[in-house]
């Protein structure tokens, strides 16, 4: 192992130089001032990992942030499951190890380097008020109005676990799980369905829709789920899940939280039609992962109420949204168990410079969706390249408006609207 302090970061090395620039990028720390991030700059140890070996333990290492430079980290989180963070994605901007209950261990999956530096320093940063100097790509407008204080108090309500993360009502839980059993078959997941009338005339509702809606009408659960598939089943229950998890007694709150379930809802239809028609995506996984990419939003906006002076100025809780909504959605879907395509494709839904690969993926498929919304831009939306975008390039020529929207979404109006409505939304 390796360790190098960036002991003078006024005067450093090429390569020092090279990882104090890619450190002032990352999130929170690109909203210090220089003279704060030069004070912090020189308790930070830059350290080199063998395939294999250790970065982290929860409980040894709470006292530390972690961020990753290069290579591939494996993370292990507290239900036991590992996923994998590379050097240069969106979620390698926040730290490693916000959540420590979350992000149980850590061990390079490469060779790797990563920055280690005390968590309580990023406590005495000071009221901020602009952001002179150096020049960060990729930053908001909106950044030089940022209060790193509100910030750095929500980073630190994450880290102490003081910001509430939501669980999936038992019902979902265990038709989660019953759909992984192979054991378990239609009739299981139907009786498990049964037990909550609200839920089961849901589900029926579903099955009747337009989207499955084939002979007969369906009258019972059973027959409900026959007719979507297991695995259907259980997206659509999840869906219908997560919408009654948020609510707030502050209308501030309120307004936000209609409008965040309104966008994921959109992107939902969105998603599902896309699938649908142009990859060989499963449409049901498209419209959850559409629905829960920015789960994160709802549980911030939620616990906004601890942070009132987020709502004195616009720019800075657009600049709080937009910094923690990948992290905290990737925290709940991990606690959620679900699988880790909907968490990647979360944090790529609004990756504009995404390159196309020779098969649609998820992250497409959201990415494609978020392109053809009709709806004003939420607060916390990354801004919209006023040209195509690369993943354009792999339609044909006639699949494309004269705007260059997919010409199947503009025929699928209505079907959109009905998806809409199935999701709670008008």
């Known amino acids: 192992m390796q360790t190098r302090k960036l002991a003078n970061p006024s005067a450093p090395d090429a390569a020092l ?5 890619r450190l002032r990028t990352l999130l929170p720390l690109r909203h210090l001032t220089d003279e704060e991030f030069e004070a912090l700059a020189a308790h930070v ?16 290492d709470d006292g530390w942030l972690f961020y990753l430079l290069d290579g591939t980290a494996s ?29 149980v261990s850590a061990q390079a999956a490469s060779d790797l380097r990563y920055v280690r530096l005390p968590a309580a320093l990023t406590r005495q940063q000071p009221r901020v008020v ?18 790193s204080q509100l910030l750095f108090s929500i980073y630190h309500a994450l880290r102490e676990d003081r910001l509430e993360l939501p669980t999936l009502p038992d ?64 997206d659509f229950v999840i869906a219908h899940a997560v919408r009654g998890l948020f609510n707030s007694t502050d209308p501030r709150c309120t307004t936000l939280m209609k409008a965040a379930w309104s966008h994921s809802s ?11 028609r142009v990859s060989r995506i499963n449409p049901e996984q498209a419209l959850l992962a559409g629905l829960l990419h920015d789960i994160g939003v709802m549980v911030l906006i939620s616990q906004l109420a601890q942070f009132p002076d987020l709502f004195k100025d616009t720019a800075t809780l657009a600049t709080a949204l937009k910094d923690l909504k990948h992290q905290v959605t990737a925290m709940v879907l991990r606690a959620w168990r679900l699988p880790e395509t909907l968490i990647k494709a979360a944090f ?17 498929i959201l990415l494609l969706a978020h392109w053809h919304q009709q709806e004003p831009p939420c607060l916390w939306a990354e801004s919209v390249p006023t040209g195509g975008i690369a993943l354009l390039s792999k339609l044909p020529p006639e699949a494309l408006t004269y705007s260059g929207r997919l010409q199947v979404v503009q025929e699928a109006a209505d079907e959109l609207s009905r998806v809409r409505a199935l999701l709670g939304v008008g």
Request: hydrophobic share 40%; aromatic share 4%.
């Open 348 to 364: 790529a839904a609004e990756h504009w410079s995404r390159e196309p690969g020779t098969e649609y993926e998820l992250a497409d």
């Open 45 to 60: 140890e830059v350290e080199h990992r063998a395939p294999g070996q250790r970065l982290f333990r929860c409980g040894d």
């Open 171 to 234: 019902i979902a839980l265990k038709i989660r799980v019953a759909a992984e059993d192979q054991m378990k078959g239609v009739h299981e997941i139907a009786q498990l369905i049964t037990v909550d009338p609200a839920l089961a005339s849901y589900c029926i509702r579903v099955a009747n829709s337009a989207a499955y809606a084939s002979g007969s009408a369906i009258t019972n659960v059973r027959d409900a789920v026959t007719r979507m598939g297991i695995h259907a089943t259980r």
């Open 266 to 276: 959109t992107i939902a239809a969105l998603s599902f039609v896309i699938a649908r």
């Open 75 to 103: 993370v292990a989180d507290a239900g036991g499951d590992e996923f994998t963070i590379t050097a240069g994605s969106i979620e390698a901007l926040h730290p490693l190890s916000t959540h420590p209950k979350a992000r």
């Open 17 to 21: 130089a090279h990882d104090i620039a």
């Open 130 to 147: 602009g952001r002179p100097g150096i020049q960060v790509e990729e930053l908001s407008d909106a950044d030089d109005e940022v209060d």
